[in-house]
DNA sequence: GGGATCACG
DNA sequence: GACGTACGTGATCCCA
C-alpha cells in the first residue's frame, strides 16, 4: 500500500496539571450532592471525551505534576517558592482529575522529580521524531518553546489553536528563541529571575538584535542604553541559571514509552461509573447515547480485558465496543424477533444482512436475516436452513428450529418498510433486490461499503473484509470457512445454525461498526454530497435493473455457436496445413514457437515470461509484411473463438429458467473513477465494432410488443475535455455542431474541413482520444502507426493551437501529487495511490490515469444522476418503459412499442440535462436515440 | 492463480 | 533523462 502519502499519527498530551487550574477559576463553582466540588472535573471529563470522540488522534494521555520539589529546585531553590496553596476547593480535585483519565481509558502519566511540562517535552520530542503530529493541550506559555512544524497547541478553553505565529505574537520571537526571551524577562508566578528591568517586550527586541541569548550576554557592553547595559553586564549569570529553569527537559526517563500512549476503546460500564458516581448527568446521557448507537469508535486493534460490573442496574453497555466479542444471539422464536425488532426501532437504525443460496439475485432464496442495533449487539434469524440429508452412511439431522419464513418477513417488513428507521448494509444492493423479490422494500438506506467508495475509490477494494481489517485489524470469518471450499462448499442453507451465527451476526456487526466510523467522515472530508445525491439513490435503481433482466434469444445464440464451431474446424485445418504441425491454435505459447521457431518469421521474445508476444497487433503486422497467410488466418480464428466462448456459448447458460432473461450485476464500488462494471456477465462488452460481433447484438431482443430503445452520449468525455480544459476552440466546435474531429484537424494543421484527407481527419481523431487518455508521443505513435517523432510534432502542434489542455494536464497532476486524488465536476474523489512513486514508469502510468479519472468520472457522475431520475421521469410522464442495462455512455430500455418516441424524447432530455441543477456546463450534452427489435438496430 | 488475449466504453 | 506507454473495465483460456 501507500505508506508514504498515509496521514501521519496524531498524539495528543493533555497538561492535566495546568488544566486543572485553568478550569477551576474559570468554571462556576459546582459540587456534587456529598459536598465535593467538582466543576474543574466535569470541565475536564468534557474536554476529555470531546477529544476521544472528536480528535483523530492515534495517541492520547494526560501528564500531571508528580510532587512540588523538581530538579529545578536543586538549580534554583526559590523556583516557584511563592507560590500559595491551592484553594481547598481545589484539592480534592486533583485525584478526581486522575481518577477520570483512567475511567476514560486514558493513560496517566507523572514521574517523581519532573513537571509535567518537561514529560510533554519529551513525548513530543519523541513523537515528532518519529513524523507523528503532536497536539498540546494546554496554553501555558511555558509549553510554547515547544511549537514547530509537527507540534502545537491547543487552549482548551477558548478553543483555540496557538502554532508558530500565536507565539510569535506573544513573545515577539519565533518559538525556538522562546526560551531565551524568557531568561530574560523572567516569570513572577514561576519566580524566575530573569534580568531586572528587562520585559518581554526589550528581551525580544534584543533576542532578534542579537540572534541569541549567548551572542547578547557576550555583546552586552554593546548596548547604548546605560540602565539596561548595566543589568545585562551585572545579571549574566542570572539570566544563565533562568534560562536553565526555563528550559524544559526533552530526555526524562520514561516509564510508559510513547507506544503505551496508544488510543484505547473507551469501556462504557467504567466511564459511566465514575460519571454517575459524580454526578454527572448530562455527561452520562451523552455517552450513552454514543455507546449504545455506536459504541465509541473503535481503537486500532485494541484488545482490552475490562468487564462491565454487573451490579449497576442502569449501565447496560457492551463491554468493550472495541473489541469484537462474537457473542451474538440466535433468534428461533417470534418473541425474541419482536424484541430485536423493538430494539431496533428504539435505535432508530440497523445494520442488516441477509444470508441466502446464491449470489444471484434471482436465483437466491432467503436463508436467514442478521441485524445489529450496536457493535457487539447482533443477531441472526434463521428461516431456510434445512437439515442435513446425509448419506449411505446415515448422519441425517432434523431440520432446525427456525421462525417460518413467512412469518418472519411479515414480522420484518415493516421494520424494514418503517421510514424512521435507517437500514445500514454493506452492498445493500443486493439485499434490498432479493427482498424486493419477497415483497418487501427496504428503505431508507445507507450503504457501508458505498461509503467506502466515496471516500477512498481508487486506494484499496470495499469489500467488508478487507474494511475490516483495514480499519479495525479484525480478521473476519470468511464464507469458505462455514461453507467449505471447492468441490465440498455447500450451500448456506446446509450450514449449521451456530457457525451461521458467528458468520451471520459478525456480517451486521462489522457493518454497524464501518458504518459508524465512516459515516461521519463523510461531512468531515465534505464527501456527503456525493454520496447522498449520486452513490445513494442509485442503489434501488440498479436493483431494478439487475431484477429486470434482459431478453436473449438463446435459439438464434445457439446457431451462431454452430456455425462458429464450424467454421473455426475448417480453419483449425488450414492452420494445421499452413504450420505443418498439428498444434493447440488456442495456446498463445505454442503459436509463438510455430510462427517463430518453425516458420521463422521474423518477431521478437517479450515478456517476463520469456514467451514470444502473439497479440493481435503483432499478427496484425505480421500478416502484412511476411506475406505469410497463417497470422491472417489464427487472427480470423481467434476472432470466433472469442465470440463463441464468451458470448454465443455463454450468454445462454446466464438464462435465468425463473424469468427466462439474463441477469447481470452492476458493481458500484468497482472503479476508480467512479464508473459501474457489469459482472456475471458483463453485458457492457457485447460485441459491436466488427459486423460478425455485431450479429451478437441481435440477439439482445425485447418482449413482444416491446422495442428495446438506446440512448447515448455522443463524444461526452470529448465535450467535458473541452468544459473542464476550457479549450476555446473545441467549444466552440461543439456549439456549432461540428465534425469535432475535422474541426481539429483544421486548427491543428491548418487544413480546410472542405474537402479534408480522411486520413487527416483520422489523425486527429485520435489525437482527441489521446487528450482523453493522456497524450504521450509513444501511445499517438503506436495508434496511428507513425514514427514517434512524427506523433511527437503533432502533439505540439495541439498544444501550441490549444494552451488550455497543456495547463489541464499539468494541473491534475499537480493536484494528484498533493493530495492523493483527483476530483470530478460533482466533486468525486479518484484515488491515485503510486502518482508520487519513485518508478518513473508506475508514476507516468498514474499520472496519465489523473488526467483522464476527472473526464471519466465525471462522465460516469452524469450518466448516474440521469439514471436516478429516470424512473420518476418514466413515472411522471405515464410510460411504461424499464431502464435494462447501462454502457458508461449508453442507456438501454425496453417500452412498449407505441411509447418508443415519447420514452426516447423523454431519455434524451433527462440525460442531457442531468448536469442540472449542480452544474451548468457550457457545452451541449446530446444524446442520440435508436430503436428496433433488438439491441444491434437500437444501438 | 497469473498472464495473455480481446470484447466494450 | 530515467522507465515503458495511451484511460477504464471483465471473461476466457492456457499452463505452471
Known amino acids: 500500500m501507500n505508506a508514504a502519502a498515509r496521514k501521519p499519527d496524531h498524539v495528543y498530551l493533555v497538561d492535566g496539571s495546568g488544566y486543572i487550574f485553568r478550569a477551576f477559576h474559570a468554571l462556576p463553582p459546582l459540587t456534587r450532592s456529598d459536598g465535593t466540588p467538582v466543576n474543574a472535573v466535569l470541565g475536564f471529563c468534557n474536554m476529555l471525551l470531546k477529544l476521544i470522540e472528536d480528535a483523530e488522534a492515534e495517541y492520547i494521555a494526560v501528564i500531571f505534576d508528580a510532587g512540588r520539589k523538581t530538579f529545578r529546585n536543586e538549580i534554583y531553590a526559590e523556583y516557584k517558592a511563592h507560590r500559595p496553596e491551592a484553594p481547598p476547593e481545589l484539592v480534592p480535585q486533583f485525584a478526581l482529575i486522575r481518577e477520570a483519565t483512567r475511567a476514560f481509558n486514558v493513560p496517566a502519566i507523572e514521574i517523581q522529580g519532573y513537571e509535567a511540562d518537561d514529560l510533554i517535552a519529551t513525548y513530543a520530542t519523541q513523537a515528532a521524531a518519529q513524523g507523528h503530529d503532536v497536539t498540546i493541550v494546554s496554553s501555558d506559555k511555558d509549553l510554547m518553546q515547544l511549537v514547530g512544524d509537527r507540534i502545537s497547541l491547543f487552549d482548551p478553553m477558548k478553543n483555540r489553536k496557538i502554532g508558530e505565529t500565536e507565539v510569535l505574537e506573544k513573545f515577539g520571537v519565533a518559538p525556538d528563541k522562546v526560551v531565551d526571551v524568557q531568561s530574560l524577562a523572567g516569570d513572577s508566578s514561576d519566580n524566575v529571575p530573569g534580568v531586572p528591568g528587562i520585559g518581554v517586550k526589550t528581551a525580544a527586541e534584543l533576542i532578534n538584535t542579537y540572534g541569541d541569548l549567548d551572542t547578547l550576554l557576550a555583546r552586552a557592553g554593546e548596548i547604548k542604553q546605560p540602565k539596561r547595559r548595566e543589568n545585562l553586564l551585572a545579571n ?122 446464491s449470489l444471484n439475485i434471482i436465483e437466491a432464496k432467503l436463508v436467514g436475516m442478521s441485524l445489529a442495533v450496536a457493535a457487539n449487539a447482533a443477531c441472526y434469524v434463521p428461516v431456510g436452513h434445512e437439515g442435513k440429508s446425509g448419506d449411505l452412511l446415515g448422519g441425517a439431522t432434523e431440520r432446525p428450529q427456525q421462525i417460518p419464513l413467512d412469518r418472519a418477513l411479515a414480522l420484518m417488513k415493516p421494520l424494514l418498510e418503517d421510514p424512521s428507521v435507517l437500514k445500514i448494509g454493506h452492498n445493500i444492493k443486493y439485499d434490498l433486490a432479493v427482498m424486493r423479490r419477497y415483497g418487501i422494500e427496504t428503505a431508507p438506506i445507507d450503504d457501508s461499503m458505498l461509503i467506502s467508495y466515496v471516500l477512498e475509490g481508487g486506494a484499496h477494494g470495499h469489500g467488508m473484509d478487507e474494511l475490516a481489517k483495514l480499519h479495525f485489524d479484525h480478521d473476519t470469518i470468511k464464507f469458505g470457512d462455514v461453507a467449505g471450499s471447492g468441490k465440498s462448499q455447500v450451500t448456506f442453507d446446509q450450514v449449521p445454525l451456530d457457525k451461521a451465527l458467528a458468520y451471520a451476526g459478525e456480517d451486521a456487526d462489522v457493518t454497524w461498526r464501518l458504518h459508524n466510523l465512516l459515516k461521519p467522515r463523510l461531512i468531515a472530508e465534505r464527501l456527503t454530497t456525493v454520496y447522498e445525491t449520486i452513490e445513494r439513490p442509485l442503489v434501488p435503481v440498479i436493483a431494478g435493473m439487475e431484477l429486470a433482466g434482459v431478453k436473449i434469444d438463446a435459439a438464434e445464440l445457439g446457431r451462431m455457436s454452430q456455425d462458429f464451431a464450424s467454421r473455426m474446424a475448417d480453419m483449425e485445418g488450414e492452420i494445421h496445413d499452413l504450420a505443418g504441425a498439428e498444434f493447440n491454435v488456442g495456446s498463445p505459447k505454442q503459436l509463438g514457437e510455430i510462427l517463430f521457431d518453425r516458420l521463422k518469421l521474423p518477431g521478437g521474445k517479450k515478456g517476463k515470461t520469456g514467451a514470444y508476444s502473439t497479440g493481435a497487433d503483432v499478427l496484425e503486422e505480421l500478416a502484412e509484411t511476411s506475406g505469410h497467410p497463417l497470422p491472417q488466418k489464427v487472427l480470423d480464428w481467434r476472432q470466433l473463438a472469442k465470440l463463441k466462448s464468451t458470448y454465443t456459448d455463454a450468454l445462454p447458460l446466464a438464462i435465468r429458467p425463473e424469468t427466462g432473461r439474463v441477469h447481470t450485476s452492476f458493481a458500484l464500488a468497482h472503479t476508480s473513477t467512479g464508473r459501474i462494471a457489469s459482472t456475471d456477465p458483463n453485458l457492457q462488452n457485447i460485441p459491436i465494432r466488427t459486423e460478425e460481433g455485431r450479429k451478437i447484438r441481435r440477439a439482445f431482443v425485447a418482449e413482444p410488443g416491446h422495442v428495446l430503445l438506446s440512448v447515448d452520449y455522443s463524444q461526452i468525455e470529448l465535450r467535458l475535455a473541452a468544459e473542464m480544459a476550457d479549450i476555446q476552440g473545441l467549444k466552440d466546435a461543439f456549439r456549432d455542431g461540428a465534425d469535432i474531429h475535422a474541426m481539429t484537424a483544421s486548427q491543428v494543421f491548418g487544413v480546410p ?35 514517434q517523432g512524427e506523433a511527437k510534432a503533432y502533439i505540439e502542434a495541439y498544444f501550441e493551437r490549444y494552451p488550455g489542455i497543456r495547463d489541464y494536464m499539468e494541473r491534475m497532476k499537480k493536484f494528484a501529487r498533493e493530495k492523493g486524488y483527483v476530483e470530478t465536476l460533482f466533486g468525486r474523489r479518484c484515488h491515485m495511490p503510486g502518482i508520487n512513486d519513485k518508478n518513473p514508469a508506475r508514476r507516468s502510468f498514474m499520472e496519465r490515469a489523473a488526467i483522464n479519472a476527472p473526464l471519466q468520472g465525471t462522465a460516469a457522475d452524469i450518466i448516474k444522476r440521469a439514471m436516478i431520475r429516470m424512473p420518476g421521469a418514466l413515472q411522471d410522464a405515464g410510460l411504461n418503459g424499464r431502464m435494462l442495462l447501462q454502457v458508461h455512455d449508453e442507456l438501454l430500455f425496453e417500452v412498449p412499442e407505441a411509447e418508443a418516441e415519447a420514452t426516447g424524447k423523454l431519455v434524451k432530455k433527462v440525460m442531457e440535462e442531468a448536469p442540472l441543477p449542480a452544474r451548468k456546463i457550457s457545452v451541449p450534452l446530446i444524446a442520440e436515440i435508436g430503436t428496433g427489435p433488438n439491441w444491434a438496430e437500437a444501438h
Request: without cysteine.
Open 753 to 787: 474541413v472542405e474537402g479534408m484527407d480522411p486520413m487527416v481527419r483520422r489523425q486527429a481523431k485520435a489525437i482527441n482520444f489521446g487528450i482523453i487518455y493522456g497524450i504521450s508521443a509513444f501511445g499517438l505513435a503506436q495508434q496511428l502507426g507513425i514514427p
Open 236 to 357: 549574566a549569570d542570572l539570566a544563565r541559571i533562568s534560562r536553565d529553569l526555563v528550559t524544559l527537559k526533552r530526555d526524562v526517563p520514561l516509564d510508559v514509552p510513547l507506544d503505551g500512549l496508544a488510543k484505547q476503546g473507551i469501556d462504557g460500564a467504567t466511564a459511566l461509573a465514575f460519571l454517575q458516581q459524580n454526578e454527572f448527568r448530562q455527561l452520562i446521557t451523552k455517552l450513552q447515547a454514543r455507546l449504545g448507537e455506536a459504541g465509541i469508535k473503535a481503537s486500532r486493534g485494541g484488545a482490552r480485558t475490562e468487564n462491565a460490573k454487573s451490579g449497576d442496574a442502569t449501565v447496560q453497555i457492551a463491554a468493550d465496543p472495541a473489541a469484537f466479542s462474537g457473542t451474538h444471539e440466535l433468534v428461533q422464536d417470534e418473541e425474541r424477533l419482536v424484541a430485536w425488532i423493538t430494539r431496533a426501532r428504539a435505535a432508530g437504525a440497523i445494520a442488516f444482512d441477509i444470508e441466502t443460496t
